[in-house]
């Protein structure tokens, strides 16, 4: 067995919902060549891979995972600087807010918006996450990838990674054995400040407007509606927020005037789903056992020691009944299931 694989590994302290049983085996990637040996040995013995990062996003079974867990590791930024563009090469193993903060300090602009989100970066293009008006997609111009069925590395363009709301070919089964290695952001020297939400606009007037004074905003709000994963478990937003027919929003509307509703496409618009808890089903702060909706912000579940991923699974289940028994809404999860 390869040197970066352990047996029998607790998944609770990978995720930040801080629950779950053991991984069958947990691989600690740090070079390209451990990605190649470990996934050549999760072939051998027929296990089923999961990848992951730093595990915000992530629900582990409390039966474990009886196959290969791939702890992405890999480090490393490369930034080519010229007079109008800033090119920047990320592995897929960096924290996202330690890269935002870096990006921030040298002065440039595109990565601000996505102050204090956890997760790596290998993890931003799976689920295109976004915040406050920008999305990885706007950034990422190529994502390198392992194909686990040539056992090659390749470069795939912004197009071919299929960007989508929360949503991208890595999450579809064409894209299920492409593993994140490194991603490619285009950034900018001149201004280009993204304030149309409501949370930002206040510094639309701002004539001092810097990286670093939108990422300071972000953080202080972001610090007010999530709560600290260091301290109580949770994945951050549980939920997506739906995307739903026009003609249903209409009918919403009628009975919640005062419901956020967004512009998604022709026939769709996205609604606020933290709206939807909080003032229609009236669960801003539900609690179950040991888990509940955050106080501050609906969307987020966070679940107190000892919650078991069990308790987790039922309670998002509730939730998602009440909201379709109240508004014909079917919510998804954003978290994804390991095990
Ligand atoms: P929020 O700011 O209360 O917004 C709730 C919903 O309204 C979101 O779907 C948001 O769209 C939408 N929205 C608000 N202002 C909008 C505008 N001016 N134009 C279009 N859509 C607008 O959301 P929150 O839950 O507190 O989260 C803050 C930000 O972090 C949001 O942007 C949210 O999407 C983001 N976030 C992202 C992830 C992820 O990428 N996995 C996880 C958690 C939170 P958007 O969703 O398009 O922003």
Redesign the pocket.
């Known amino acids: 067995m390869p040197a970066c694989i352990k047996a029998d590994v607790p998944l609770a302290p990978f995720t930040t919902l801080k629950v779950g049983g053991k991984a069958r085996f947990l691989a600690t990637v740090t070079s390209l060549v451990e990605l190649q040996e470990a996934v050549q040995f999760a072939h051998e013995t027929s296990l089923p891979l999961f990848v992951l990062g730093s595990g915000s ?1 992530v629900l582990a079974s409390d039966q474990g995972f009886a196959g290969l867990v791939l702890y992405v590791q890999l480090q490393g930024c490369e930034y080519t600087v010229t007079d109008t563009e800033v090119s920047v090469w990320v592995a897929a193993g960096e924290n996202l807010d330690r890269v935002v903060a870096d990006s921030v300090a040298r002065g440039f602009w595109g990565l601000e918006n996505l102050s204090h ?1 956890p997760g790596t970066v290998g993890a931003t293009p799976i ?1 295109n ?5 920008v999305e990885v997609a706007d950034l990422i111009t190529a994502v390198e990838v392992f194909d686990c069925l040539t056992h090659t590395v390749r470069q795939l363009s912004r197009e071919e990674c299929q960007f989508a ?2 949503d991208s070919l890595f999450k579809h089964l064409e894209g299920q054995h492409l593993i994140v290695v490194r991603v490619h952001f285009v950034l900018s020297v001149t201004p280009t400040p993204r304030l ?4 930002l606009q206040s510094l639309q007037n701002n004539p001092d407007i810097t990286p670093q004074v939108i990422r300071d905003a972000v953080i202080a709000i ?1 610090s007010k ?1 999530f709560p600290d994963w260091h301290v109580i478990g949770t994945a ?2 549980f939920f997506k ?1 739906p995307i739903i027919p026009i003609e249903q929003v209409v009918q919403l509307q009628k009975l919640y005037p005062e419901l ?1 509703v ?1 512009p998604y496409s022709d026939t769709t618009s ?1 609604v ?1 789903l ?1 709206y939807i808890l909080d003032k229609v089903c009236g669960l801003k702060g539900f609690k179950q056992g040991n888990v509940g909706l955050f106080e501050a ?1 609906a ?1 987020v579940l966070v679940a107190y020691t000892p919650a078991t991923a069990d308790e987790i699974d039922t309670f998002a289940r509730l939730v998602a009944e009440k909201v379709y028994s109240i508004t014909a809404i079917s919510i998804e999860r ?1 978290v994804r299931m390991l095990g």
Do not use: C, F, H, M
């Open positions: 996003n989100i689920q996450v976004g915040a406050y008006g709301y929360r149309t939400y409501g949370d972001r509606k951050g937003s927020n956020p967004y996205k606020s933290a912000q969307l954003e």
